[in-house]
């Protein structure tokens, strides 16, 4: 999922446990501290939209997961396990998955809620007329590329329902399926409802209903302010115990910080050096590694000749020093990025972490980078060059970085120029999808637990594929690794190597690093299951004590 995502401890999930610490007593959210039943959050950045087949963004999805359910969900283990399904079966040759739904199910205005809410729900994100950038996700299931492509109708999906139950027929088998069905963009939708609201479908909090654990309040589409509250009609509420979380938006991390000092908050990420060296002393300080790359992405349509040019490119990747970038970006609490899949995502058929076997060889060599940018601008006929890195302006630390690749690549690269352009999240994924850029900071979090979430974002015409490059040879090892090889994990593992190798030779994008960051929990908390992959924290079990 774009940008700044996903928060875990160790595995793709466990229960966040914090030590000691403390409080300032009797301040909870400006509240008493007898009223166990609220918790309080915040969001760095504004809410997109609550439209489960649009949603893009992990903030949306922080959202959408809580007030959503699917037909199974994660839980502490990292385990997909039935939530609205009863039980789920797959066939022998992983073709088939059957999921019986649980009896009396309701939506959030009481009314029914079906096995057609599912069907629908997938008919919808691979509908064209949708134009979800999430489509993709649905590939593997029969009919669905073609259904995508406009040459086949909807009604021909692998999805079908028949009273309680829901049956998938995939074209392959897909080894990542049963976190398809955790997954918010896949959760039931109602398609009276969605009819009714039209376009304004998921533009507030009133024009969307609720399948999971709690509703939505309050957000009119443009405010910073919201709460989740506790959904009376979800079929596990009995063992939902917070009533009420509040959410704001607090844009600056020194702001939420001090907010968290205040009791005004329950977390607050220390996501700058200074926020981290200041409050790293504190037992309230825990460190929540993600399964998160932040890399570059180059506009290879061929608009900009100097990005068109792979010397160039290459040029651009030996020039980063990803060791020193991340020491003085981060403190060194995160680390230098090897590849394009993240440590900690998924593991090989031999035990060992994906990130380190498929890594193809990035390095920082300043003469060779001198030397090929030099015949770059020479085959161009070109002397010098001047090019600009845009990112969004609503994380700090994305100043740091922009500011670190500035001046180390114009004292690496004689004749380059290097400007920078900071415009809000919003506008930035914007540009990232229509290729309003040339040089784009961006970052990618897994789905879920398995390579093809990243390597699926590059294929030759893909929606995430920003930088529009054709890279046939990595196009083939990513789909080999989809199909013929889905159900051999070594062979899988050896295609995710072979399409990094693809990448790394055409110098198609450059990794900078492996986000991890620390951050301030209250001890008083518990319950919170955080994720490597998927929904980034689920409230479904959080309690204060």
């Known amino acids: 999922m774009d940008t700044w995502k996903k ?37 760095p950045t504004d809410i997109q939209t609550l439209d489960i087949s649009k949603n893009t963004d992990q903030y949306s999805n922080q959202i959408i997961g809580n007030s959503g359910s699917n037909l199974l969900r994660v839980d502490a283990k990292g385990k997909a396990i039935p939530d609205l399904a009863k039980s789920i079966k797959v066939s022998s040759d992983g073709l ?40 993709y996700l649905a590939s593997g299931v029969k009919n669905a590329d073609e259904i995508v492509a406009g040459k086949e109708k909807v009604s021909q999906l692998g999805v079908t329902s028949k009273g309680n139950t829901v049956t998938f027929n995939l074209a392959h088998p897909m080894p ?14 109602k398609e009276s409802f969605v009819a009714k609201q039209g376009k304004s479908y998921g533009t507030t909090s009133e024009k969307q209903l609720y399948s999971g654990p709690y509703t939505f309040k309050g957000w009119n589409g443009t405010n910073g302010k919201f709460e989740l509250v506790k959904n009376k009609n979800y079929w596990d509420a009995k063992n939902v115990k917070t009533q009420t979380l509040t959410y704001q938006v607090v844009k600056k991390p020194e702001t939420a910080v001090e907010l968290y000092k205040q009791g005004k908050l329950d977390e607050a990420p220390l996501t700058t050096t200074d926020l981290y060296s200041a409050n790293k002393g504190s037992k309230d300080s825990v460190k929540v590694p993600e399964a998160r790359t932040d890399y570059i992405e180059y506009n290879q349509t061929g608009t900009n000749k100097f990005l068109a040019n792979t010397k160039i490119r290459e040029a651009l990747n030996l020039a980063t020093n990803r060791d020193e ?33 498929v890594a193809p060889g990035y390095t920082y060599d300043k003469n060779k980078a001198a030397k090929l940018f030099a015949e770059g601008l020479k085959e161009i006929g070109e002397t010098k060059a001047t090019l600009t890195i845009e990112a969004a302006s609503d994380q700090p630390a994305n100043k740091v970085v922009v500011d670190y690749l500035q001046g180390s690549w114009q004292k690496a690269l004689p004749g380059l120029t290097i400007n920078q352009k900071f415009v809000p999240f919003k506008q930035r994924l914007q540009d990232a999808q229509t290729q309003n850029f040339e040089i784009l900071l961006t970052a990618w979090g897994g789905d879920y637990p398995e390579g ?8 030759n015409n893909g929606s995430y594929n920003d930088g529009k490059f054709i890279n046939d040879a990595y196009t083939d090892a990513v789909n080999k690794a989809e199909t013929k090889d889905a159900l051999d994990q070594s062979s899988r593992d050896m295609d995710y190597k072979n399409a990094e190798a693809a990448l790394f030779k055409n110098a198609n994008y450059s990794p900078l690093m492996f986000r991890a960051h620390y951050a301030l929990q209250n001890p008083d908390v518990k319950g919170v299951v955080a994720n490597t992959t998927g929904l980034l924290q689920d409230f479904k079990y959080a309690y204060r004590k």
Not at 121 to 134: F, G, L, N
Not at 176 to 189: D, K
Request: no cysteine; proline share 2%; glycine share 12%.
């Open 7 to 43: 928060v875990a401890i160790g595995a793709v999930a466990v229960v966040v446990v914090v030590g000691g610490g403390t409080r300032a007593a009797g301040l909870w959210g400006g509240k008493k501290a007898a009223e166990k039943g609220t918790l309080n959050y915040s969001l």
């Open 96 to 135: 088939t998955y059957t999921a019986q739904l649980r009896s009396g199910l309701k939506w959030s205005d009481g009314s029914k809620l079906t096995a057609q809410d599912f069907v629908y729900s997938w008919q919808r994100i691979v509908d064209p007329k949708t134009a979800s950038q999430y489509a």
């Open 452 to 459: 093809s979430t990243f390597y699926d974002l590059f294929k």
């Open 176 to 189: 990542h399926f049963e976190y398809l069905l955790t997954f918010s963009n896949f959760m039931p939708q």
């Open 325 to 357: 970038l991340v020491k003085e970006v981060t403190g060194g609490v995160s680390t230098a990025g090897t590849a394009l899949v993240p440590t900690g995502l998924a593991k090989t058929a031999s035990g060992e972490d994906l990130a380190k076997y």
